[in-house]
C-alpha cells in the first residue's frame, strides 16, 4: 500500500512532514539566515485605507486564504467557517455568513456567486449578493485552494490529485480526471485555471495539464518539475504558485523545477528559466516577476525569459506571491511586512507593517486599492501614494 505524504510547512533549512506524527528531516541545501530589513529611501507611501479582522484567520502553515473580489465587493474568510463581503471602497461591511464547518480551500467568487470548500470535502455555492447558500456539492477529498469557474462550469482540484467539473447552476458533476500523485508532496496545490474552452492545472507531481473544459478529454501535459536525486526529498517537484495566462501563452513554475512560457495550444516552451518557486507568480508591463525559494525576488523578460533584474535583499522572509499596484510590486513576508519594489528596476521603494503575522496570501489589487490578509486574519486595504 503507498502512503501520501501531506508536507505542511517548508524552509530551507527543514521540512516537516505529516504522517500520523510529524517527523522533521534535513534538506541538503545550506539553511538562510533571514535577511534583516535595511533601510530604504522610500519614493511612495503604502498607505492603509481600512482594516477588518475576519474571524480566527488561518493558523495552519499550509492554508493560504487569498480574498476574492465580486462586483464592488472584496470577499474574505476564516478557517472556522467565517464568511464576509465588504465594500471594496469603505469596508463596510455587505454580509455575513458563519458556516457550521471548518473551511480549507479559499475563496472564488464571480459577480453571482461565491465558492468555498471545506475540510471535509465539500464544495458551497454561496449567492454573492446575499451569503445564502445556492447549492452543496461533494468533492470526495480536501480541496486546499481556490476554485475557478465560468458561466456554465466551476472545477476544483482536490489533494488527491483529481480535478472535478460541476455545473455552475446546480453543481451537478460533469467529469472527473485523475493523475497519480507521488509519496511526497507540498501541502497544498495550485488553483484550476479556465481559459478558452480548456482547464489547465499544476499537479504535485511536477506536470501541467490541459484539459477540454465540456468533456474532461486531456488535450497535452507538460513536465514544468525535473525529478532528480535519491530521496523522495529531492524528487519533491510541486506546482503549488499559481501560473499565469496572457495572449496565448503560459507562465508556469514549481519547486525544484523551471521557470517556463509555453504555447496554450500546443504545450511548445517559448524559453525556460532554472527558478525554483512553490508561490505564485505574475505578469506586468512585460515583466514576468516571481520570488524563488530562497527569497531571491525576480524579474524576467515576458518574451524571452532574460533576467532584468533581481531582488536579494529578502532572502528567507518566506515572501508570498507578487501583485502590481501603480508599477510598484507589492509582497508580504513572515513578519507582516508589505514591501513595495520598483517594477521598472527591483529597487525597495516601500515597506508598511500591517501585522505581526505572517503575509503568505498574494495580495488582491482593485483598481486603485491592494487588498492583503495577514494569517491571523487581518484584512487591510492600502494605496500606493506618492511621496
Not at 522533521?24 to 498607505?47: F, T, Y
Not at 482594516?51 to 478557517?79: C, M, R, T
Not at 465560468?150 to 480535478?163: E, I, P, S
Not at 496565448?248 to 525556460?272: D, E, I
Amino acid at each position: 500500500m503507498s502512503v501520501r505524504l501531506n508536507l505542511w510547512w517548508f524552509s530551507i533549512g527543514c521540512v516537516v512532514i505529516n504522517l500520523v506524527a510529524m517527523i522533521g528531516c534535513s534538506h541538503k541545501k545550506d539553511a538562510v539566515e533571514m535577511s534583516p530589513l535595511q533601510a530604504i529611501s522610500s519614493s511612495v507611501a503604502l498607505r492603509k485605507v481600512w482594516s477588518k479582522q475576519i474571524g480566527s484567520g488561518f493558523h495552519d502553515g499550509y492554508k493560504v486564504f487569498q480574498p476574492a473580489l465580486s462586483n464592488e465587493k472584496i470577499i474574505a474568510i476564516d478557517a472556522r467557517g467565517l464568511v464576509l463581503a465588504f465594500e471594496q471602497g469603505s469596508g463596510k461591511r455587505h454580509w455575513k455568513r458563519r458556516l457550521k464547518t471548518p473551511l480549507s480551500g479559499g475563496v472564488f467568487a464571480d459577480e453571482n456567486t461565491v465558492w468555498v470548500s471545506t475540510e471535509s470535502g465539500k464544495l458551497l455555492a454561496l449567492e454573492a449578493q446575499t451569503g445564502a447558500t445556492a447549492w452543496l456539492a461533494d468533492l470526495g477529498s480536501e480541496v486546499v485552494a481556490p476554485v475557478s469557474a465560468n458561466h456554465n462550469y466551476v472545477v476544483a482540484q482536490t489533494v488527491a490529485g483529481q480535478l472535478l467539473c460541476f455545473t455552475i447552476a446546480d453543481g451537478k458533476l460533469v467529469w472527473v480526471a485523475e493523475t497519480k500523485e507521488p509519496v511526497l508532496t507540498l501541502r497544498g496545490t495550485s488553483s484550476p485555471q479556465i481559459v478558452s474552452g480548456f482547464v489547465l492545472a499544476g499537479f504535485a507531481n511536477g506536470k501541467l495539464m490541459v484539459f477540454k473544459l465540456d468533456t474532461g478529454e486531456l488535450v497535452w501535459e507538460y513536465q514544468v518539475g525535473l525529478t532528480e536525486g535519491s530521496s523522495e526529498l529531492d524528487r519533491l517537484v510541486d506546482i503549488d504558485g499559481q501560473f499565469y495566462v496572457e495572449d496565448s501563452v503560459v507562465f508556469v513554475g514549481s519547486y525544484q523545477g523551471r521557470l517556463s512560457a509555453l504555447n496554450l495550444a500546443t504545450a511548445r516552451p517559448y524559453w525556460l528559466r532554472d527558478i525554483s518557486t512553490y508561490v505564485s507568480l505574475t505578469v506586468e508591463l512585460n515583466h514576468l516577476i516571481v520570488s524563488d525559494v530562497q527569497g531571491v525576488v525576480w524579474s524576467v523578460d515576458q518574451e524571452t525569459g532574460v533576467p532584468i533584474w533581481k531582488q536579494d535583499s529578502l532572502k528567507a522572509r518566506r515572501l508570498s506571491g507578487p501583485a502590481v499596484l501603480d508599477d510598484v510590486v507589492l509582497i508580504g513576508d513572515m513578519e507582516g511586512y508589505v514591501h513595495g519594489l520598483s517594477v521598472g528596476d527591483g529597487h525597495l521603494i516601500a515597506r508598511t507593517r500591517l501585522d505581526k503575522a505572517p503575509i503568505r496570501s498574494v495580495p488582491i489589487v482593485s483598481q486603485d486599492l491592494a487588498f492583503i490578509l495577514s494569517s491571523k486574519g487581518q484584512l487591510t486595504a492600502i494605496q500606493v501614494e506618492s511621496l
